[in-house]
Structures are given as C-alpha cells and as structure tokens.
C-alpha cells in the first residue's frame, strides 16, 4: 500500500499503550502500510506501573512483581520478541502462601486455589478454619447450583457456596491481594468467571477444581512421563507465574527498543482530543486532533487511548460527553509498594513461603506481603531478603493517605508482630500508585459494554487499558494488540488497500 502516510497516536505510555504501539509496528511490516505511529506519554519515563529498581545489589519492584502465563498474551509477546530464554519462573521450593490468623502467620492448606479448597486432608488438618466452617465447605459438593447466570460478587459467591469463613479468612484476603478491591462489590463475572461456569458446568466448584486438576496431570504425564505429582500450589497458583531475570522492566525496555526512533515522546501530557475541523481535514484524513498539555497539537487519522479512564474521560469531554461520562464512573483504588530490605541473619524465623497475604477481619496495616527473594532468584544479594509489602486499595484507602514515616512506622511493626524482626530494615523504599487500580463492580462488563458501543461511532478511535477486561499485564498487552489491530483494519477499510 503506498500513498500518505496513515498517523496514529497512540496515547499513554504503560503496557497497554507500549503493546499497542508495539502492535501497529508489526502491522505496519507485515501489512506494509505506510503507517507512521506517535506514543504521547504524560511523564518522564515509560512502563506506567512498572518499574525495576537496581539498589545496593537488590532488585526491587515499584509496581507488579510477575505476570500470569495462562492468559497467553504475554508470553506469546515475550516469544515474538525475543524474550521468551529470559522469563523466570518461581523457585521450586516453598512455593506456597501462608496468611494471617488471629494474628500469627500460617500456611494456607496446599491446593486450597483462591476461592475453595481442592485437598481433603490439608483442609481438615489446617487450624486457619474451625470444624463448623471445614464442614461448610465440604457442604459445597452437595448444594444445587445456582440456574439464573447473572453476575454475583465475590462476596456473596463465596459465602454461598462455601460459607462466610472460607470467604472472610481466604478468598478476601487471596483476591484482594490480586485487584486491591472490595469483595462485597467485585464482579466476579468481570475477574474471575471461571468459578461462575465451574458451577453451572459441574454443580460445583470443588469439583469442578478436582476434575480440572486430574485432566491437567494426566496431560503432564502424558507429555513427560513424569510422575503424577498432588497438590503443589497454595493460594495462588505460583507455577503459573513468571518474570524476567532482570525485572518486569525488561519487557518495558525491549518493547520500547523495537519501537522506531522518535516514536516515543516523554513529558507530553495530552488534555484535549476532539475531530479536526473541515476545513483542517482537507480530505479523508487526519481526522483527529490532539491537544497537549502546552497547547501544541498534532492530528492523527488514529487515535488508542490507553492512560487510566478518569483521564481519558477529561481528554474526550469535548469530543463525546457521552464516552466521557462512562468512563468517567469507573472508579480506581490507591496502592502502596513497600519494599524493605533485611540482613538474613535479622531474621527471626524462616521465610518458609512466597509471602503472606493479610485477612480484612484482622485489622493490620498490610493487605499482602511477597518474600521477594524467596519467590524469584536475584532479588537480593547473598544473605539479605528482600520483602514488598502491599498496602491501602479499595477496603483500607485511608492507609495510602499516611506519609512516608507513617507507613516505614507500620512495615515495621508488622514486620516485628508477624515475623518477629526487630532489627531496622536496611533501607525502605515506598512507591505509591494513586488511581491506578481500576475496580470491576457488578455490572461492570455491561458498562464496558456501553463504553464500546459509544467508541464504536467514533472510526479512528480506539480505546486500551487495564480498565476494561482485565487488570493484569498479560490483559494490558492484549488490550493494547487488539486496540492495535481494530485501529489499522478500520484506518485500511477507509484509505482503501
Ligand atoms: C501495585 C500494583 C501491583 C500490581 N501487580 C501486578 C502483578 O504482579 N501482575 C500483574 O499482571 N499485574 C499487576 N498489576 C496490574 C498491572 O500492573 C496494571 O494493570 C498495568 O501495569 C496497567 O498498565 P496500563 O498501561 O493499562 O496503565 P498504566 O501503567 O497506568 O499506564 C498509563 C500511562 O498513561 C499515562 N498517562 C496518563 N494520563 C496521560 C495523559 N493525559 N497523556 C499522556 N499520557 C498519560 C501515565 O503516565 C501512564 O504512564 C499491579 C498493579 C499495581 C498498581
């Protein structure tokens, strides 16, 4: 295809708007169109929330520490680009989660996989439930599912079907240590809808798990030969998890590497996007303008908005009030990282886990806490442990709004109560993330719908983000793909080939 150059902006520059200006690139080469791609990004470094950090020998995450591999997108990214010989999966040993009990720290019951158990006896042998509340969960393989397929939130998803212990002493604290929100409105159809097919499919979730479970040995062995191996994973399920040698920020930098010189613009805040008049359009394109912060503008045939939605919302006001409202209403919880770093021999007791994760009901100042270099190899210099402790989000906002004293204060109580340290810490490093953490409510997949249906009139404009379907990494870079790819076949349908 030869002609003008088609313009794209790609807006914010996080996972998804990198991934989606990474996608137009590829577009552009296997397609061959004339395709000339802009990311706007509002500060001074790309990577949005993730960020590594090299200090005194530590390897330190300000934002998300691992991703999930059984959403594919961002392993099959890593493969096209090269990455795929450096992602790092967890350490085999102590791979599982504990959490906190009437204030001690106990291992979850290995299988027990976020919202229900799958283990007999390490359910009847773990002392984090009572007898009454093991027997409810049990109960769960012989209550009717439910018929209707509506959305449910956790909460009530879990109190029904396994009862209110396994919700308030696991699922809360296992979930909210994912999306930092309030159970008793997360949708769950939204987050985690696996469990709401497991119970129309099977009766059951337990076992639905169990069933799940058998199938995915048979294949291991079937592929290996290698013995069935039970149980394994606690909490989360960690052997699904993976990083890279140096950091989540390799995928930051590698994107950004492939990227062609100059597409990048740093400390370039976009306020305003709305159609460019007749009379500037002179003909089919550009079709967008986008107003920066210093009133410069650029025009584009193209437009990915992909910075968090109440921003979006203020950029689009103009353009449609519609759009700007819906996105305006989704709401975004503040989260603090907390990394400290310790001398082995401060330790008081062994990190024998991945880390703990923190039940609302027990009133502390951490919702989660990962033994970083206990999860993943490099994270700390020989004889030092690095730690990340997670604060605030949807049930405890009050917690972000402490100052930095306040909070190094709270690590290190928590730090002392739970693990026993009373040395100081080495050193603290805090790193707030305000509005970042986009909340799935009941009904949420609707308003999503609502929000496509508005951008869906608007050709040339596409939307990314963790906002929409999906707040992990591998969802940001299919978000990203996908707004990618919608972008260049409606820009291609409307230049012609
Ligand atoms: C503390 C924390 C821990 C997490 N842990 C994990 C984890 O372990 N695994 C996992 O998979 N996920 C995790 N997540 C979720 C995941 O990291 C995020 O959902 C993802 O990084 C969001 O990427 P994004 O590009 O959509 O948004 P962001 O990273 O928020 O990027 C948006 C970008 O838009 C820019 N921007 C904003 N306004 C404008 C404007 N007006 N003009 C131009 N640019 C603008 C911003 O500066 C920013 O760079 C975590 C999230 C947080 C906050």
Redesign the pocket.
């Known amino acids: 295809m030869m002609g003008e150059p088609l313009r794209v902006v790609v807006?914010?520059?996080?996972?998804?708007?990198l991934s989606a200006a990474h996608r137009l690139i590829e577009l552009r080469g296997e397609k061959r169109l004339p395709l000339e791609v802009t990311l706007?990004?509002?500060?001074g470094r790309?990577?949005?929330?993730?960020q590594t950090i090299r200090q005194d020998g530590f390897l330190l995450e300000a934002?998300?520490?691992?991703?999930?591999t059984t959403k594919p997108w961002g392993v099959a990214l890593c493969r096209r680009i090269g990455l795929a010989g450096r992602l790092l999966q967890t350490n085999e040993s102590n791979r599982r989660a504990l959490l906190v009990h009437r204030g001690r720290l106990h291992p979850i019951p290995e299988g027990f996989l976020m919202l229900a158990p799958t283990r007999f006896m390490p359910l009847v042998t773990s002392p984090l439930f009572s007898w009454r509340g093991k027997l409810r969960m049990a109960m769960e393989l012989f209550l009717p599912a439910r018929r209707d397929n509506a959305d449910e939130s956790l909460a009530s998803f879990v109190t029904r079907r396994l009862g209110r212990e396994a919700f308030e002493r696991a699922a809360q604290p296992l979930v909210s240590g994912v999306y930092t929100a309030d159970p008793n409105h997360l949708s769950l159809r939204a987050t985690m809808p696996r469990f709401l097919d497991m119970e129309a499919q099977h009766g059951s979730v337990i076992r639905a798990m169990w069933r799940e479970q058998r199938a995915a040995a048979k294949a291991r062995k079937r592929r290996s030969g290698e013995t069935e191996r039970r149980g394994g994973d606690s909490g989360a399920r960690y052997s699904m998890f993976v990083t890279f040698d140096e950091g989540l920020q390799t995928l930051v930098d590698a994107l950004t590497a492939r990227l062609p010189e100059g597409t990048v613009r740093l400390n370039?805040?976009?306020?305003r996007i709305a159609p460019a008049s007749e009379e500037d359009r002179g003909g089919p394109s550009p079709r967008w303008r986008i107003v920066l912060e210093d009133e410069t503008s650029l025009d584009a045939d193209g437009v990915i908005v992909?910075?968090?939605t109440h921003?979006a919302a203020r950029?689009l006001e103009g353009a449609d009030a519609t759009l700007a409202a819906h996105l305006a209403e989704i709401e975004y919880a503040s989260?603090v990282?907390i990394n400290v770093a310790y001398r082995q021999g401060d330790l008081r007791r062994p990190l024998d886990g991945f880390g703990f994760v923190v039940p609302s009901i027990e009133n502390r100042s951490l919702i989660a806490c990962s033994f970083s270099s206990v999860k993943y190899a490099g994270r700390a210099p020989e004889g030092y442990a690095l730690l990340r402790c997670?604060a605030g989000g949807a049930i405890q906002p009050h917690i972000y709004e402490w100052d930095d004293d306040r909070l190094t204060e709270a690590v290190r109580r928590e730090m002392k109560d739970l693990l026993g340290i009373e040395a100081a810490p080495l050193f603290t490093r805090i790193h707030r993330?305000p509005r970042?953490?986009p909340q799935y409510p009941v009904g949420h997949l609707q308003r999503v719908a609502q929000i496509q249906a508005q951008v869906g009139l608007h050709p040339g404009l596409a939307l990314?983000?963790?906002a929409y379907a999906g707040?992990?990494?591998?969802d940001?870079v299919h978000s990203g793909e996908t707004a990618a790819e919608g972008l260049v076949n409606t820009l291609v349908e409307k230049t012609g080939p």
């Open positions: 807006i914010g520059g996080g996972i998804s708007g706007l990004e509002a500060g790309v990577g949005g929330g993730i934002g998300p520490d691992n991703f999930i370039r805040g976009v306020v992909a910075a968090p921003r950029m989260s990282v997670f993330h970042s953490m990314a983000g963790n707040v992990g990494i591998p940001c």
